[in-house]
């Protein structure tokens, strides 16, 4: 299909294709903050998207190619690096891309029905520019090969995902709350990520990341790298919603619209993730990071106690959302424990986890918008029966549940499995079994959720036969037979993903 | 024939139709089914070549025969075919999904048992018969049932459990898990599978399991577990211990021991239960004397056994059926009222006894031939004894007490047809294999011309003056006997009472154990349970306190708390890069 695409592609997109993913959506931003209706600025941000994710296909094929070395530099304006800023894509932020463009694409088209209904009607074009800013922000974090510009392209999704959060006030007013400590926390840690950043360039006198790469290794020892190291992985990690540093997450995540919910856990972390990899493994190298700063040391322990401690948090929760909310922490803390590993082995591992939850998230945050829009409760208990009434939608959120369990033939059983292999090579038999444990809270408040919906009746027997409209049915279904697809045939994400790895690491590409 | 079709094993297609059985709950479709099941299975049997590997499958490095039919496997396979035939007819008037299910399986899975070439397939059909023959005692729902449904099914288990221990234990050795010939019994491999056989085959003092559940079985229940088991154990002994010299006293014990039960015995199925140890000692006798003449009377003789074992059980089954009780102190006289079962269950025991012109006599007079010949005198006057014996108490005491005797009294109506027709399929089979071959290929020659050593079972003659005025005399000596104990009065009355045999010592002292085991847990059990439930429950609020939306971890105030959360991780960082880069 790539194939194909490049093909037939004209030449000037094939060229101009990294700056041309960002700016549409960019530029498509303020000018929907214009239009009058909501159904036109919600078929131009499907457009946006849409024409987004052509772009990602595109560039992940001409960097899967043989003849492009493995990454694309693109200098904006023609001003040379390291003076200029540059767009630099590899297999990492190819795949990054090709996930935050497709999880956006799928976001938009299931949006309209749930954005009419949860927010107000007069807010509804500004609610698309909003997220249009959003989305191109991420897609700039995930293309830009310049320190500074990532910081910029991060403060523009953050500031956009605090509207987002925000605009959730109209169906409930704790959002307003929410979205406040969100701009709190968030811009702490923008801060500190501009603060590690100053002083990057104070050591190295660059703001482009192959170039400080490149200087690094001339400066080891340099107390300024190791402040900026610090300030730089406790901004991102707060970002990332790394343990114990993901608090605004809950919050954010349950009480923003269902859409930008889903929209939010698919990308917005495994974006900020994807920058503490690129910083972790590919500006400062491997070898610094995990034996002269021993960030093993730091790493593997809080991968641990996201796995637990938000796990069981996770168990005693009432609100279906926000059960899946502290899910979804510890699901990074999955990732952060295959990164602390600091093998290519552990990070392809830990990057394929991030592609699969991607999916499972995306696909049980969709089913729950379905039912906000339907049934409007998020609580377990207005879930209860909803096996009957709405059979696709909770279908759909049992194969993505099973997924986010790691039941085999299902993708989140793969990714464990790859984590399994990289632990156990490293020798961290231990932390297979806490894995396992972990796995076994999953079974708990996924069965919660389950046994809810299939096995109890109706606390309101009124409830009608009711399914979700088909512009959601569609793109949760893609997600979960994803799901299911990708838990049986890994080539295709865990091929992503062990270049993605290999590009981090700064290796030939391995396969 | 379809490729398909010759590699499919008879008895997969009855474990696979037995399945389906189990969910359609349509009457006369499921019964359809189950007798359509074993005509196919015959029929597929009856076209596939013989020494051939049909299907194989490799599994772990070990290659599996999951469908080879030799002349040994051969005959095991059309009996166990043709019992499963006759019980899905006896079982038409019944309507239990579970029994139709079960039975059919029980059967698939001893032919597919008889045809697999090696021992881990074995073992895995081996234990299916365990577990699906359960139900068979389970489906007469009763108390008694049920308990003895139990310590059948742990008896069954552990038989499988050897069985593995011993494939192990030769995979480990040898390297291999093809079906051999065991010489020594002194291998612990070997002697773990021959004990294993032994339990199923119920030697002596492994067999209270037999008596202690056929009898407790439902109606047809019984009817179907007289014709598997035992006789698949009886074929894996002559598959892999031909000639073992233990199996020359343990058989000839086997026939003996079980006739003075029998006798004493008041039910009359358990009496049946103990006739039926007895006639699987003839053939594990034979088993052990090894010869061709030996070995050809052993299969014999289990065919011969499938069908006239069946068709007693059969006519006890339409007894308990229309009476309630097989009881021989309630029973008598039915032959007014059941006369058709009447002459049936006749032709069932003067079988047994192995009166000439029925099957037994062709079969047995091989068995007592070879041990004639192999120079086993004492073994020679024992089965001979036995064989009095089973006229004792099969030919005679059962017909005798059941349908005439002194009349109980009871009028009842004639078994259903059905279970007349699968009666006289039966004894139809019975007189068919033991007459005379008048036609040539017809007659007794039929069932000698399936044996595994052909040559030699063709040119034996068992209609030899010698043979026939041998077993006359005995026959008639032994009713003689009969009638004059019985004039006298000398011989045991008909009591109700269960007659202990070896098994009191599970049944007594294993259940004394057992309760005082129970009283003890009684009282340490609830103090335990509450120690454990003391410490599971404070560790839960302990979490609950931890992590629950009121908990620990949620409170303060979030910003806040989150900020120096902040800090402190990044004095951390700094902290570690301080010391290990410096």
């Known amino acids: 299909m790539i194939e194909i695409l490049l093909s037939s592609a004209p030449q000037w997109a094939l060229m101009h294709a990294a700056p041309l993913l960002v700016m549409v959506p960019l530029m498509l931003a303020p000018l929907l903050a214009l239009v009058p209706s909501g159904r036109v600025a919600w078929l131009v941000s499907v457009a946006a998207t849409a024409i987004s994710l052509v772009f990602a296909l595109i560039l992940l094929g001409i960097v899967q190619s043989p003849e492009s070395g493995g990454a694309i530099r693109y200098a904006m304006g023609n001003w040379m690096p390291p003076l200029g800023i540059e767009f630099r894509i590899d297999a990492l932020n190819a795949m990054i891309l090709v996930l935050v463009t497709t999880i956006g694409l799928l976001a938009s088209i299931m949006s309209y029905p749930t954005v009419l209904a949860e927010v107000r009607k007069e807010k509804t074009a500004l609610f698309y520019s909003a997220f249009l800013a959003c989305f191109a922000g991420l897609c700039g974090v995930a293309s830009t090969g310049d320190a500074f510009n990532l910081f910029v392209f991060l403060e523009v999704s953050s500031i956009s995902t605090y509207v987002l959060v925000a605009l959730g006030a109209s169906r409930d007013r704790r959002a307003l709350h929410a979205a406040f400590n969100y701009l709190i926390m968030g811009t702490i840690g923008a801060t500190f990520f501009i603060i590690g950043v100053g002083f990057l360039y104070a050591a190295t006198g660059t703001l482009n990341m192959v170039d400080i790469a490149s200087k690094l290794p001339a400066l080891q020892g340099s107390r300024t790298v190791q402040a900026g190291f610090a300030f730089i992985v406790v901004g991102l990690g707060l970002k990332a919603a790394m343990w114990p540093l993901h608090q605004w997450l809950p919050n954010a995540y349950s009480y923003s619209p269902s859409f930008v919910t889903m929209f939010l856990s698919a990308t917005a972390t495994k974006v900020a993730l994807y920058a503490l990899i690129r910083f972790l493994f590919f500006v400062f190298s491997p070898t610094f990071a995990f034996e002269h700063a021993a960030f093993t040391a730091l790493l593997m322990p809080v991968g641990i106690a996201a796995m637990v401690a938000c796990s069981f948090q996770a168990v005693f929760q009432t609100d279906v959302r926000r059960v899946l909310a502290y899910s979804s922490v510890a699901q990074v803390g999955y990732m952060i424990l295959g990164i602390s590993v600091g093998t290519a082995a552990g990070l392809s591992a830990g990057l394929f986890h991030l592609l699969n939850h991607a999916m499972i998230k995306g696909a049980l945050f969709m089913a729950v918008a379905g039912v906000v829009l339907t049934y409007k409760g998020t609580n377990i208990r207005d879930f209860a029966g909803l096996g009957r009434s709405a059979p696709w939608t909770m279908t759909a959120f049992a194969i993505a549940g099973l997924s986010l369990i790691g039941v085999p033939l299902t993708a989140g059983f793969q990714s464990k499995l790859q984590l399994g292999y990289a632990l156990f090579e490293h020798g961290w038999w231990w932390a297979v079994i806490l894995v396992v444990f972990s796995s076994f809270l999953a079974v708990i408040y996924v069965g919660r959720i389950l046994e809810a919906v299939f096995f109890q009746p109706p606390v309101n027997p009124r409830k009608t036969h009711k399914e979700a409209p088909i512009v959601l049915l569609v793109p949760l279904w893609i997600l979960a037979l994803a799901n299911i697809y990708f838990g049986i045939t890994t080539e295709i994400p865990l091929g992503l993903a062990r270049d993605a790895a290999a590009a981090a690491f700064g290796l030939e590409a391995f396969r | ?582």
């Open chain 2, 1 to 582: 024939m379809p490729a398909f079709l010759t590699a499919l094993n008879p008895g997969w297609l009855l474990i696979l139709a037995g399945v389906v059985a189990i969910f359609l709950p349509m009457r006369r479709a499921r019964q359809g089914i189950a007798i359509a099941a074993p005509l196919i299975g015959i029929a597929l049997l009856a076209m596939a070549d013989q020494n051939v590997n049909h299907l194989t499958a490799s599994v772990m490095g070990m290659d599996l025969v999951l469908y080879r039919v030799d002349g040994l496997s051969f005959v095991f396979g059309l009996a166990f075919l043709i019992a499963a035939l006759l019980n899905a007819i006896y079982a038409w008037h019944t309507d239990d999904r579970v029994q139709d299910g079960m039975a059919l399986a029980y059967g698939g899975a001893a032919v597919a048992a008889a045809f697999c070439g090696d021992l881990m397939t074995l073992f895995i059909f081996w234990e299916i018969t365990a577990v699906t023959s359960v139900f068979m005692v389970l489906g007469a729902g009763t108390r008694a049932s049920y308990f003895a449904s139990m310590r059948y099914l742990g008896v069954q288990i552990l038989s499988g459990v050897l069985l593995l221990a011993g494939i192990a234990y030769v995979y480990k050795d040898t390297g291999g898990i093809s079906l051999k010939v065991f010489e020594n019994l002194a291998e612990p491999g070997a002697l773990l599978i021959f004990i294993a056989f032994g339990i199923k085959a119920a030697f002596p003092f492994l067999h209270n399991w037999l008596q202690d559940s056929y009898p407790k079985a439902s109606v047809v229940g019984a009817v179907v577990l007289s014709a598997f088991t035992t006789k698949l154990a009886v074929y894996a002994c002559a598959r892999m211990f031909p000639g073992q010299d233990a199996l020359i006293w343990i058989g000839a014990i086997m026939t003996c021991f079980p006739v003075f039960f029998a006798v004493l015995e008041n039910d009359l199925r358990k009496v049946l239960a103990y006739s039926t140890n007895n006639q699987i000692g003839f053939m594990i006798c034979a088993i052990g004397v090894g010869t061709p003449l030996a070995l050809n009377g052993a299969v014999a003789h289990a065919f011969a056994d499938i069908m006239f074992k069946g068709l007693l059980f059969m006519s006890m089954g339409a007894v308990l059926y229309r009476t309630g009780t097989t009881k021989a102190s309630e029973l008598g006289g039915l032959y007014r009222s059941m006369p058709w079962t009447t002459v049936f269950c006749l032709v069932g025991a003067v079988s047994i006894s192995a009166m000439p012109l029925f099957s037994a006599f062709v079969t047995k007079s091989m068995i007592l031939s070879a041990v004639a010949h192999a120079g086993l005198p004492i073994i020679w006057l024992m089965l001979m004894f036995a064989s009095a014996g089973v006229l004792e108490h099969s030919g005679i005491k059962i017909p005798y007490f059941a349908f005439f005797g002194h009349d109980s009294g009871r009028r009842v109506k004639e078994a259903p047809f059905n279970m007349l027709l699968a009666m006289g399929m039966a004894a139809f089979i019975c007189i068919a294999i033991g007459i005379p071959a008048i036609v040539p290929g017809l007659g007794y020659e039929w069932l000698y011309n399936l044996l595994p050593y052909r040559e030699e079972a063709m040119s034996y003659q068992p209609f030899t003056f010698e043979h026939i005025l041998t077993q006359m005399q005995l026959l008639v000596l032994a009713t003689f006997a009969f009638v004059v104990l019985k004039r006298f009065g000398l011989y045991p009355p008909e009591k109700p009472g269960t007659i202990l045999d070896t098994d009191w010592a599970y049944r007594k002292v294993g259940f004394g154990m057992a309760k005082w085991l129970g009283t003890v847990w009684g009282k340490v059990g609830p103090a335990m349970t509450a120690v454990f439930f003391g410490i599971t429950g404070r560790a839960y609020n302990r979490i609950e306190a931890a992590f629950s939306p009121r908990g620990e971890l949620a409170r303060g105030g979030l910003t806040g708390a989150m900020a120096i959360w902040t800090a402190a991780l990044l004095g951390l960082v700094l902290l570690l890069a301080f010391v290990t880069v410096g």
